[in-house]
């Protein structure tokens, strides 16, 4: 069932983006008096699950169709808008223009008034940049509706009472647990969460942290960035308060109830749930006395730790232990924001991508393709999350399409400037060759992806 509501999700979220950034590309086309030939969600090889077509003022359908109905073909002027059957994005197909369909018959033809490229360049310009405006915008949209609804709630990298838990890797650095990491490079971070994300987008120096009472700064090995992407660096450190004692547990009649602290272990005093846990690991097959605290008393109960190092309880989310920052938008207050927030989040990504393109960090070993993208969806239907990944995928989608290369709509882009600044158009047939080396290098990213996913799914 959760793989289920991760797929429906990855599914509905591609969906909007596809038809968004196509509409895009569509509204611009015909604002321009262009025509438009097809438009379709998800690509249709062979057949196509839905054709709809407006002739004569009224719609008319075929579904299942591996061809289009010859009553149709009579009528080229209208758009034919269809639902493909695979789900790996879609298209819009401007007559004379030379896209991933590679209509070359058409192409040999002579350029029609109501084509792309018999339009000036200005024009063709906006057609090809509608799609990443759009998708720019409504991630700016979903932002701002999120920040209107349910505000921006984060924990602020002061309020982390007991510092951070490190990763091997981060202890290797130089990291401890308990530090309070200040900076990085000598600017603060100001959210938990993007602690991690700061320090590899950025690819820092130092750090900078509070250790007990004392401020140290250490310098941060480059050669670790690549390990850096792979592996998760801090977590935040939390009480060991019990939420619950399930009647199948073995500790299930030692005396523990719900908001109990545990504070020791066999006198080693210790409140934090990661502390405990070595703590208990050591201890394995044994009976332990925990020091707890309940309300204002102090207790000491034996418990049994079985051979995994646990005592069988569920821990509780601390949150009441922490300040959480929550920020409230009014309707107009929350656009601005969304706009702020858009503009962090792609010029995050633009760093993430400065870092796959550097061969000595590794990253693109990190690319995947829609099976990572369906890992990230949560497996419960959860709209704020919905909402969030589709924010970022919109982001995501923007700037991989305005990429200069061949075959995206930066690489079109790119030639249409060309023409406009030496007033010289490139010819149909190099316009071909580098749809065809576009296509080849984007059939090659995703095979990388594909084949990153699959390792990682036998490793």
Known sequence: MEIAIKIIQLILSLSILVIIHELGHFCWARFYKMRVDKFYLFFNPS???????????KWQFSFFSPQVPESWKAHPEHTEFGIGW????????ISGMIDESMDKEQMRQEPKPWEYRSKPPYQRFWVLVGGVLNNLLLAVFIYAGMLYIWGDSYLANKDVRYG???SELALELGFRNGDK???????PVERFNELQSVMVHQQSKTATVLRGTDTLSFDIDQQYFPAMLQTRMFDLRIPFIVDNVPDTSHNAHAGLLAGDRIISVNDSAAIILQDIQSLLKKHRDQTVVAGIRRGDSLLQLPLQVNNEGKIGVMPADPIDDFNITVHRYSLLAAIPAGAVKGYK???NYISQLKLIFSPKTEAYKSVGSFITIGKIFPGNWDWQAFWSITAFLSIM?????????????GGHTLFVCYEMITRRKPSDKFL??????GFLFLIAIMLLAFGNDIYRLFN
């Open 181 to 187: 990491i200040l900076a990085f490079d000598g600017e």
């Open 86 to 93: 695979l789900p790996l994005g879609g298209y819009c197909k």
């Open 432 to 437: 071909e060759h580098a749809q065809m080396v």
């Open 345 to 347: 989040t792609v010029d």
């Open 47 to 57: 057949f196509s699950l839905l054709r709809a077509k407006k002739i004569d003022g």
């Open 164 to 166: 951070v838990e490190c």
């Open 397 to 409: 989608l923007a700037v991989l399409n305005i990429l200069p290369i061949p075959g995206l709509d």
